[in-house]
């Protein structure tokens, strides 16, 4: 869901390019780059936690059948559901942190 913003140039990896996530492609993302995406996480959870139940988000643009006339993707999601999710990917970010023999490994989209 969150792949297209453009914080994921700042989470530090070991693969290549060595910030950031892979879009085609595998990532390995280390204890310190765990740390990173822990705390933009957090700060993610932080804002929604603040947002009504029914959470509206633009994606990206596209067009569909017509090359000159396209429209923006409208995200909708529960806010439970949000947060659950950020809440496994902060206690996943925290158990690689602790621990150097574990990673956080990314498939690309």
């Known amino acids: 869901m969150f792949h297209k913003f453009f914080i994921v140039k700042w989470i530090p990896n ?3 390019n060595r910030f950031g996530l892979n ?15 822990k705390r933009i996480i957090t700060g ?3 804002i929604f936690k603040n947002a009504p139940n029914e959470i509206k988000l633009t994606g990206n643009y596209f067009w569909r059948d017509q090359i000159d006339k396209g429209e923006y993707e409208k995200i909708e999601v529960r806010k439970p559901n949000l947060l659950k999710i950020l809440s496994e990917l902060i206690t ?18």
Not at 23 to 37: D, E, H, M, Q, R
């Open 14 to 16: 070991e693969t290549g």
């Open 23 to 37: 879009y085609c492609g595998l990532t390995v993302i280390y204890p310190n780059g765990a740390s990173v995406l």
């Open 44 to 46: 993610w959870y932080e």
């Open 92 to 109: 996943l970010c925290n158990l690689v942190e602790n621990n150097d023999d574990l990673i956080i490994l990314h498939l690309g989209v």
